[in-house]
């Protein structure tokens, strides 16, 4: 995206004085009521694990677990494990569906959707705690179930074009312009304020300045516990130590109401983002369709075949949660990244017209006029008048925006004069094209303007990625020399004693 293009933007919201829609068209997908899944968490300052968490569809509303206290690790893995069964069972797991993860050819998408993306990185938190604890407590499968799948969330949260787990931040930013700093636009509170807090101007500037002054992140603001829940956190330690469960009781009991406040107003603020998103008037881009089949089938190959697999007693291969462990999976992992990156913007730029403008503002692409259409070999000749200076050169492949089955070669730019030589890359006509669909050497090619842009050809980093998967140790490379130390899960020695086949000792 283009920053200054960025700036303009949001000048121009403040000029109006509310949000204004990103685009003639929705960008995601979002999922139906009993489809989407939303998770709000809580930790305490300094602690990486839970110590509430917030859950439920939109159908069935938020469901709150705590626990009294954060750092008390078989508290949280008792809560951990209560909450499991919900979010394996929402996304089809073969030990808590009927369906199971197969189903996602037949049935609609599952999605989760989060506050915002410190809470998407709880999922790598509780990932790290149970993904590969050997931790001996009976319920042990159901801890390493849930870290896998969150560890699987988290790896496809930073997947371009995936539409599986949605920070409620990043869908309301990539469907609105909001007139406001990049850095306020983290709180997703003050991005609700914006948007439903009024009517006018100082109405909604009010709504988001009041909203913003409150905690939506996954720790409590620091007033609020330190001077209500440290006191009621204390009094609780006390009371265990002398053994008085009925002090405990009711103190767990005021530690509950606190948070249980705190989770569901983060939940229900991201229930409303997404139902904000999903009312929007305008149309959903028509590739999005494209990303939501796509990701269906990523999650699970990703996911669902591992969760199968591990029923069946067959060796997994669940992805590491700390590294790659190899220079081969981690150049994969980039090159599938850049071509997903490509995907994803070859779906959405042809449906949406902000995106063809943010490629040519970037310089990649061109507005021309089509001025010689050569009857006796395909060759043609434009004139381009935006941008001044793009990034184009000999042998680049442009498609038509809105028809990507149109595909010109650059032959020849003089950047002096904007003109260009194009070679159409095919001969007949394409009636699947619809209007642009036309012989290349038809006259009625000359004098029509185009919005040509680049081709995106993301298969070539596909098959990229392909081949560094497959390469093996070339004998030469100094990543064949390094030895990685024996695997070791990071909170052994706090979770207490380990089962005695454990992997981890």
């Not at 995206?1 to 700036?7: D, H, I, N, W």
């Not at 939303?38 to 917030?54: D, H, N, T, Y």
């Not at 190899?326 to 042809?350: C, E, I, M």
């Amino acid at each position: 995206m283009s920053a200054s293009l960025e700036t303009v933007r949001r000048l121009n919201a403040w000029a109006i004085g509310e949000p204004l829609a990103r685009g003639n068209v929705i960008n995601m997908h979002v999922a139906d009521d009993e489809d989407l899944f939303i998770v709000s968490f809580l930790r305490m300052g300094g602690e990486s694990r839970p110590w509430g968490v917030a859950y439920g569809t939109i159908t069935d509303g938020p469901t709150v677990l705590t626990v009294p206290e954060g750092r008390n690790r078989q508290l949280v893995a008792d809560m951990m494990a209560a909450f499991a069964p919900a979010i394996l069972g929402h996304f089809r797991h073969p030990s808590y569906s009927e369906d199971g993860p197969a189903a996602y050819s037949t049935q609609p998408l599952r999605q989760v959707w989060l506050p915002g993306t410190s809470h998407i990185e709880m999922l790598h938190f509780i990932a790290a705690a149970y993904a590969r604890s050997t931790w001996d407590r009976p319920d042990i499968a159901v801890l390493n179930a849930l870290g896998n799948l969150a560890n699987c969330l988290f790896i496809e949260s930073q997947r371009p074009g995936q539409q599986t787990i949605v920070a409620a931040t990043d869908a309301l930013r990539n469907s609105y312009i909001f007139p406001a700093t990049p850095v306020r636009q983290a709180h997703l509170g003050y991005l609700l304020g914006w948007l439903n807090g009024g009517t006018d101007r100082d109405s909604r500037m009010a709504s988001a300045q009041a909203a913003e002054k409150l905690s939506v992140s996954t720790v409590l603001d620091p007033h609020v516990e330190r001077t209500v829940l440290q006191p009621l956190v204390s009094a609780w330690g006390e009371a265990r130590n002398e053994g008085n469960t009925s002090v405990m009781s009711e103190v767990s009991d005021d530690i509950q109401a606190s948070l249980a406040d705190e989770l569901t107003a983060r939940w229900h603020l991201a229930r409303e983002a997404a139902e904000t998103v999903r009312s929007d008037s305008r149309p959903v881009n028509a590739g999005v369709e494209s990303l939501r089949i796509d990701t269906a089938k990523s999650f699970f190959r990703n996911w669902g075949e591992k969760a199968l697999n591990e029923l069946a007693e067959v060796d997994a291969f669940w992805p590491n949660v700390f590294t790659d462990y190899g220079a081969r999976s981690a150049g994969f992992a980039y090159q599938l990244r850049a071509a997903q990156d490509q995907k994803a913007r070859h779906f959405l730029v042809h449906g949406d017209q902000e995106l063809q403008r943010e490629e040519l503002a970037s310089g990649h692409g061109v507005i021309c006029t089509i001025t010689s259409v050569a009857t006796d070999s395909p060759m043609w000749k434009v004139v381009f008048s935006y941008p001044d200076l793009p990034t184009l050169k000999h042998g680049d492949k442009l498609v038509i925006a809105g028809t990507p089955l149109i595909v010109l070669e650059v032959h020849e730019i003089d950047f002096d004069s904007h003109t260009m030589m194009l070679k159409p890359m095919w001969k007949n006509a394409k009636p699947k094209a619809g209007a642009l669909g036309m012989a290349p050497t038809s006259k009625e090619w000359r004098g029509k303007e185009l919005v040509l842009i680049d081709e995106m050809p993301y298969g070539i980093d596909e098959r990229r990625a392909t081949m560094t998967h497959r390469k093996k140790s070339s004998g030469s490379d100094i990543t064949d020399l390094i030895v990685a130390r024996p695997r070791r899960h990071a909170a052994l020695d706090d979770d207490g004693p380990v089962l005695a086949s454990g992997d981890d000792q």
